[in-house]
């Protein structure tokens, strides 16, 4: 099979959303940018076509699958009831990073949810893909579009490089602005709680909602015998290289750890890439991969294309200091954690 790359400048956007959404209707698979990564998207009414998602991923069945919507109408058709808070964070953060998980009716094929009675529902916004999900009339079920494992893609090159001809298409809207995935929100618990960690951060859902906020730490969910959000058991993320994260600590701290990190790995006859902001460059590694200021929205943006780049660099190990986990590197810190390992 061979995969089409859609281009989406104003020369080529209106042919290229049509053929996207012709294969869509069409059973077929098309990977499609949004704010956070790209998403490898399937009819979510579509059987066949949802099942194909989860083989050309390599994706375990019981890992359930995000709905695209372009309005909050459409997700309400999903819904069995309209669950508390739905609106006001509807309202706010949509079209956003933001996923609910909310009870689901008959409307929602058993595959979508890997047999869940909830369904997670996103509206992404990103121009290009609220224009496709406006084209058709049915919503898009999409898992980050990588295989199983590797880290998300935020740039069509690399949705290109893991599932070229797996899929019919990707349309190609450029990089990723925000580069980590939505925040995963679950309102079908007593207190609404987060599953995944994202941009949208705890501080902000407790600001709209003016109420407490739990975050379902990743160890309560690995315990649990059924973990709320089944993706969050896996492994994920990560790059083929080793991934090591030194934990936050004071710049001059930070600057010797990473030295002393990278010269045992390369006494050990290690090739080492250095995965860290820009005034960290020039500790010792062999490849530089730029976190740019080093702020946690640079390291959301840049992360998963760093993990790549030093992979496509054949590095052996990959070092990476670390950030404060409050706010969105709460995020960030979470996904270095399942794609590596932190050492205090
Ligand atoms: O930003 C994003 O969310 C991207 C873009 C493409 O929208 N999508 C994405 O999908 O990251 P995926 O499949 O890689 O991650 C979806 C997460 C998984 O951890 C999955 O287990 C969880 O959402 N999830 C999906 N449905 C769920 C449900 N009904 N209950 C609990 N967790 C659910
Ligand atoms: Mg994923």
Known sequence: MKTFILPTDPAHLDASLAAAA???????????PTETVYGLGANALDEAAVRR???????????PMIVHVHACAQARELMQEVPA??????????????????????????????????????????PVTRELLRLLDFPVAAPSANLSG????????????????????????????????????DLTAKIPTILR??????EDLEDVLQTHVAAAGADANADAAHPLSPGMKYRHYAPRAELLVLADRDADAMHR??????????????????LAPEHFRNCGEQVFHS????SAVDYARHLYAGLRALDA??????????????????????RLGKAGRIIP
């Open 85 to 126: 808070y739905f609106d006001e964070l509807a309202n706010e953060f949509w079209p956003g990073p933001l996923t609910l998980i909310v009870r689901r009716n008959a409307a929602v094929p058993d595959v979508v949810t890997a047999g869940l009675d909830t369904v997670a529902v996103r509206f992404p916004d990103h």
């Open 291 to 294: 976190l740019r200021d080093g």
């Open 22 to 32: 012709a294969l869509l209707r069409d059973g077929k698979l098309v990977a499609f």
């Open 257 to 274: 750890a990473l030295s002393a990190a990278i010269a045992s790995a390369r006494a050990d006859g290690r090739r080492v890439g250095l």
């Open 150 to 185: 590797r880290p998300s893609p935020t740039d069509a090159r690399s949705v290109y490089m893991d599932l070229q001809g797996m899929i019919e298409a990707v349309l190609d809207g450029g990089s990723c602005p925000m580069g980590i995935e939505s925040t995963v929100l």
């Open 53 to 63: 998602v989860y083989e050309v991923k390599g994706r375990p069945e019981d890992n």
């Open 313 to 334: 660099a054949s590095v052996d190990i990959i070092i990476c200091p670390g950030i404060p986990p409050t706010g969105i590197g709460a995020a960030v810190m979470n």
């Open 197 to 202: 960690p994202g941009i949208v951060t705890r």
